[in-house]
């Protein structure tokens, strides 16, 4: 029962992102208030499920025998979550003195709590399946970021990272095939493609994942 833990992480903060758009704060102060407070019980959470949440799977849709959508908190997962989960809050603390001179307050929060959820599906993704799904879930929570200010100059690096974004998940989408048709989707320390796998088409869609998930994380030389 202590897996079902690992879904407030990742649902939580979509909840209350779209819950802080449409509360009524009195002023920008109790706006920063409400986000530190839900990240830090979000960071909370995370480290909780990170010291008590076994390693096990925690099916959520199963699509097939094989492939279904899935979390689990292995060691690389649990070190990243808790990494991501400790520098969140203080990165809303750089977002809040950054606002101060923007607009469009609301949508800027509620995305960016948001995105912290589906950084923690990355986290604690089973398979490459679930990880694909919150990398594109990702793409859609941190454009609003982008354009927030909604000028032209705002809109003309949305469609930029929309672009690298999308794109990227074309490259990303073609290893995921790969990997899901060799049985190798879910994640195993040291990888677990035969010998027999280890082709030169394997080596093609090694560099098409590696610039499609490079891109998103801002690898060189994929940066925007």
């Not at 997962?77 to 977002?95: E, I, M, N, Q, V």
């Not at 994640?187 to 869609?205: E, K, N, P, R, Y």
Request: with cysteine; hydrophobic share 55%; aromatic share 14%.
């Amino acid at each position: 029962m202590r897996t079902y833990l690992l879904l407030i992480p990742v649902f939580l903060p979509v909840l209350l992102g779209t819950v802080s758009y449409f509360l009524p704060f009195r002023n920008q102060r109790q706006r920063n208030l409400f986000v530190m407070v839900s990240l830090l019980i979000n960071a909370a959470v995370v480290w909780i499920a990170a010291c008590r949440v076994p390693e096990e799977t925690l099916t959520l849709i199963p699509f097939t025998n094989e492939l279904s959508f899935s979390l689990r908190l292995d060691g690389a997962g649990r070190l990243f979550a808790c990494l991501s989960a400790t520098l969140w809050p203080l990165t809303a603390l750089y977002a809040f003195d950054y606002m101060k001179h923007e607009e469009h307050h609301p949508m800027f929060y509620c995305f960016f709590i948001a995105s912290f959820g589906t950084t923690m599906g990355i986290a604690m993704a089973d398979n490459i399946l679930t990880m694909y799904l919150f990398y594109e879930m990702l793409t859609l929570t941190t454009i609003p970021l982008v354009m927030h200010g909604m000028k032209k100059t705002h809109n003309r690096a949305a469609r930029k990272y929309m672009s690298y974004s999308i794109g990227g998940a074309a490259f990303a989408f073609a290893a995921v095939v790969f990997l899901i048709l060799n049985d190798a989707g879910t994640f195993v320390l040291g990888g677990h493609l035969s010998a027999a796998d280890q082709t030169i088409l394997a080596d093609i869609l090694y560099v098409c994942a590696f610039m499609g998930f490079g891109v998103k994380a801002a690898l060189f030389p994929l940066l925007g």
